[in-house]
């Protein structure tokens, strides 16, 4: 700690190196979410109406990204956060051209593959190397920060996409977008991202003398990973309320294209409701994240659960496209309010000598939340008949999630807990 000091204040040119990156990131992610479903049966080959088939493309992301999460924090530990980013934009390197070259829906399933483990390796980095740089009470604004960079991409590329597919058509947009995206983040990867694994290690050395109330338990990955998902209550909690948010993004990114389309939108309009709700996402975390570092993380984090469902019941209703996009921005805000909050939750409660795990089991619990949201959304719709019955689900288990959060989840902000 003599040469390495911690705060943002302190380490803002890597922090800004670190926006960067998963600015980039969220593109990677959000250039194909507006314009693929819609577009599954007649571009790709998927059989009309079925919602369960279409949504294999989440859910073969959802399973990697969640175990990628857990792997990624792990790797971290031994080699290095830098090393596992640039790993995630490797894998990300044939994504753009299978899309582009796809002859069956099969290939989109595969380069989700490819994109769930870019997710989990180089967005998981993003946020492990802020909590290296950043004090405790800097937690929230922190990932605050790097979700709104992160979010900021996938909406804005969702509306760019629309825009170019309508130019260009689906696959050439994606293939343009692809290519340029992938490959500057590859490169300012290589170019413009330090090291933060020593910063970790010298928390650890002095851990004890860290006022920010961190969870002692021991050491060893097994332990951790029960620790974070169920022998501690308030991790369990956390964790929990993680994989049943994803529901509410696998629902935008599954149904909302389908609804909309089949109320007679066009694709333009079709990103821009999806792109308000990742815009006031991404911008609402520069409040939300410093208000749980004020407040505490509890209240916003189950103010946020139930300020999703809302949002999930009035987009179902809304039969307007101003009424979508309120609908879509209260239910960004709500997004915003729980997902820096929860990170921030876990990483409070987490050793620095094993955050980085601690923050990949969360992670995989969260993301897992994809393909299991997917694959419940997907049968009720396909066994109701009904797009609706997709919306409703979601928002009971966000009230419901919401409820436990707020039950069984303690305190653990530093000045707070």
């Known amino acids: 700690m003599d040469t390495l000091k911690i705060g943002m204040r302190e380490n803002l040119r890597i922090f800004l190196a670190q926006l960067v990156q998963v600015f980039f990131i969220g593109v990677t992610i959000g250039m194909q979410r507006t314009i693929v479903p819609p577009l599954a049966e007649a571009e790709f080959g998927v059989p009309a109406g079925s919602a ?12 990697v990204k969640g175990a990628m999460n857990f792997i990624s924090g792990t790797l971290a530990e031994r080699y290095g956060r830098r090393v596992m980013l640039l790993l995630g ?28 483990i870019n997710q989990g390796f180089a967005w998981s980095m993003t946020v492990t190397a802020k909590m290296d740089i950043v004090r405790g009470d800097q937690r929230g604004v922190a990932t605050g920060f790097n979700e709104f960079a992160g ?24 293939l343009i977008m692809g290519l340029v995206v992938v490959l500057g983040g590859l490169v300012l990867g290589l170019l413009w991202f330090p090291e933060t694994l020593p910063f970790a290690k010298a928390q650890t050395a002095n851990a004890k003398a860290l006022p920010d109330g961190t969870f002692a338990g021991g050491e060893n990955s097994g332990r951790i990973f029960s620790l974070v998902t169920w022998r501690d209550p308030t ?82 209703l809304a039969t307007t496209l101003s009424a979508q996009l309120a609908a879509a921005a209260v239910t960004g805000v709500g997004m915003a309010l729980l997902y820096p909050t929860l990170i921030a939750a876990v990483s409070d ?43 409703w689900l979601t928002a009971i288990a966000m009230a419901g999630s919401g409820l436990w959060l707020a039950l069984r989840m303690q305190e653990t902000h530093p000045r707070n807990g």
């Open 52 to 63: 369960t088939l279409i949504a294999t493309f989440i859910i073969s992301f959802g399973i």
């Open 89 to 116: 934009w490797a894998f990300a390197l044939p994504i753009p051209v299978i899309f582009y070259a796809a002859p069956s829906w099969g290939w989109i399933v595969a380069a989700n593959v490819l994109l769930g």
């Open 151 to 174: 979010y900021s991409g996938v909406a804005l590329a969702g509306i760019a996409a629309g825009y170019m597919a309508s130019a260009f058509g689906a696959r050439e947009a994606i």
């Open 235 to 316: 991790l369990g909690a956390l964790t929990q309320a993680g994989h049943v948010e994803k529901f509410v993004d696998a629902l935008i990114w599954l149904l909302l294209p389908l609804h909309l389309a089949a109320s007679g939108a066009s694709l333009v309009q079709i990103g821009w409701v999806a792109g308000t709700y990742g815009l006031v996402w991404g911008g609402s975390q520069l409040w939300t994240g410093p208000l749980s570092d004020k407040i505490g993380r509890k209240i916003p984090a189950v103010a946020g659960m139930w300020t999703c469902s809302a949002g999930i019941v009035a987009l179902i």
């Open 349 to 391: 409660r987490s050793h620095p000598a094993w955050r980085g795990r601690a923050l990949g089991v969360y992670r995989f619990w969260r993301d897992s939340g994809y393909a299991v949201g997917a694959v419940l959304i997907g049968g009720i719709v396909d066994l109701s008949g009904s797009i609706a019955a997709g919306f």
